[in-house]
C-alpha cells in the first residue's frame, strides 16, 4: 500500500469510527501548523494501524479507551466514549472497561472516566418536561 492507499484507508476508518462531523471539523482546522501533524494520524493511526487484520473495531474502540483513561488523557477518552456511544456501544461496555481500568490503572483514573461518561450521558438526555 502506498502512502495515499494508507491515507484513503485510514481516512475511511478514521470517518467510521469518530463519525463525518468530527472529522469534517477537525479538516477544517488544518493550517500550516498542524497539517502533516494530520496527514500522519491519518496515514499511520487510522491507516497502518486501525485497518490491521489482528483486531476488530470494537476491540480497538475498547483498547483506546483503556489507554486513554490510563493515561488520563481525558479529551481523548471522552471523544472515544462519544464516538463508541454513537457506534452502538453499550453503557456496560462502558462500566466493564472502567472496571478493569480500576484495577490495573488505578481508581482515581477509573473514577474520573466514570464522571465523563456521566457528563456525556446528560449532555445527551433532553431537559426534562421534553
Sequence with gaps: M??????DAGMQVRRKILGDAHVDKSLSKINDLNREFQDLITRYAWGEIWTRPGFDHRTRRLLVLAITASMGRWEEFRLHVRAALDGG????DLKELLLQVAVYAGVPAANTGFHAIEEILAARQPPAGE
Design 2 to 7: 502506498d502512502e495515499k492507499e494508507r491515507y
Design 89 to 92: 456501544m453499550g453503557i456496560e
